[in-house]
């Protein structure tokens, strides 16, 4: 469990790879569809779910140069993981502050 949190630690980083399963992406095509994170804390996360091996880089030739980005087989496998989370925090929302009277 430690393991798989530590994969899935700091802010933004489910929300990175939520994007990635739905298909692979590009820099860009996450800096549009995750427009509050900074370049730099999406650089940070994508270059930590590649070290952790979650994720696939290829660097493909031309200009401008473009990198997309692929979920390998491990990291394909949090998609379970992500939704159980999701299903959790759905059924345990926290209630509203009570109202002073």
Known sequence: ??????????RW??????????????????RHALPALSDKVLSDRLAHLTEAG????????GWPPRVHYTLTPHGRRLGPVLQ??????????????????
């Open 1 to 10: 469990m430690e393991i798989t949190l530590a994969t899935l630690h700091g």
């Open 13 to 30: 980083t489910t929300l990175v790879v939520r994007e990635f399963l739905q298909g692979d992406r590009t820099f860009t095509e996450l």
């Open 54 to 61: 979650v994720l696939d880089r290829r660097r493909h030739s």
């Open 84 to 101: 159980a989370l999701w299903d959790w925090g759905a059924q345990h929302q926290p209630l509203p502050p009570a109202e002073t009277q």
